[in-house]
């Protein structure tokens, strides 16, 4: 194995306004052990120059420059070029606390056979850079010792927000290279299957109660809300997935989670003016009709208001689901801080 114990990695693109005060943050982590590779995607903005002056001097950063392709891509060829016994996959617009490699290094030390870390993290929605709403999502200390126990709590864990992203975990290089995990080339969800494909191999996981990373999140703008054809398709393959790597423990939860993306995705569609309205009421048509959404407006989980109220909606004429849609995503745009609090109480 490497002597190096640390890699981040952290795909760019476009980020000329913030990847400058995110290379401050992680040159201030309170460890010396890492490398991190910021990976430009084909940026066509002053990124690379801003990282070249950030990073000037630093042995320890290292610009790796790429066509465009998207984010899963882009971590990929980090990956490749990584040489840390363990992998950490930031944002180019987020930051982790100082501490988050000291208490990393601190539980790999205590635990060296675990194969995952899993941390608790903030989410600050923004509105136009301005902190509208923020949440702390909490792990509870645990030690999970087989990979039977983990995937058997995979449902709750999910719900609770913290299975589906990459920058709240530590991750072993030599199970990602071992098992040719990669992320996929899609421009959604793509973070979430990498995980799944990870989880199959986590038998020793460590939860970590303290909060390792603030991720900002602007409401209407970020990845998450932007529109692309595929992106139903990956929340359907994410369903599918989840289901065969839990043996379907809990079909009806995955079920509830399903219609919770399957609204995002129609938020995305409503609000986006890459199609028209004819072509925007055939997209929806066709997620209201797929066979997963008939299964899921079925068999899905009502163990919150806000599940029982969209398994309801998801039941009603399709008038009415466009209608109540509609309003919703413009809530999601103009109104990102009330958005972020109705989607906690999911």
Not at 141 to 146: A, D, N, R
Not at 311 to 331: E, T, Y
Request: proline letters at 2%; one cysteine or more; glycine letters at 4%.
């Amino acid at each position: 194995m490497s002597n190096l114990k640390f890699s981040i990695i952290i795909p760019v693109y476009n980020a000329e306004k913030t990847i400058a005060k995110t290379i401050k943050e992680i040159k201030d982590i309170a460890e010396s052990d890492f490398e991190v590779l910021l990976v430009n995607d084909g940026s066509t903005d002053n990124t690379e120059t801003v990282i070249r002056t950030s990073i000037k001097n630093d042995t320890r950063f290292l610009l790796l420059n790429k066509k465009n392709e998207g984010p899963g891509l882009a971590r990929n060829y980090g990956i490749d070029h990584a040489k840390g016994n363990f992998l950490l996959f930031f944002d180019a617009d987020d930051y982790p606390k100082k501490s988050i490699l000291r208490d990393y290094a601190a539980i790999i030390s205590s635990y060296p056979k675990l194969d995952l870390i899993i941390s608790s993290f903030s989410f600050r929605t923004l509105d136009n850079g301005k902190v509208v709403d923020e949440k702390d999502y909490l792990v509870n200390e645990h030690i999970y010792e087989s990979n039977e126990a983990f995937l058997f709590d995979m449902y709750e864990l999910m719900n609770k927000q913290l299975m589906y992203v990459v920058w709240n975990k530590c991750y072993r290089r030599d199970i990602i290279v071992a098992n040719d995990i990669r992320f996929k080339n899609y421009r959604s969800c793509e973070d979430r299957i990498f995980n799944l494909d990870y989880y199959k191999y986590s038998a020793k996981v460590i939860m970590n109660s303290k909060i390792e990373y603030i991720y900002d999140f602007e409401g209407g703008q970020g990845i998450t809300n932007q529109y692309n054809s595929d992106k139903f398709r990956t929340f359907k393959e994410f369903y599918d997935r989840s289901n065969i790597l839990t043996n379907n423990e809990n079909r009806s939860g995955m079920a509830a989670l399903l219609l919770k993306g399957a609204t995002s995705v129609i938020f995305s569609i409503l609000e986006t003016e890459k199609v028209n309205k004819k072509q925007k009421k055939l997209e929806i048509s066709l997620i209201l009709k797929d066979f997963s959404i008939k299964e899921a407006k079925k068999i899905a989980a009502t163990d919150t208001v806000a599940k029982r109220i969209t398994k309801l909606l998801f039941n009603m004429p399709r008038f009415v689901i466009i209608f109540v849609f509609s309003s919703g995503a413009f809530v999601e745009t103009k109104m990102p801080g009330l958005m972020a609090i109705i989607k906690r109480k999911y």
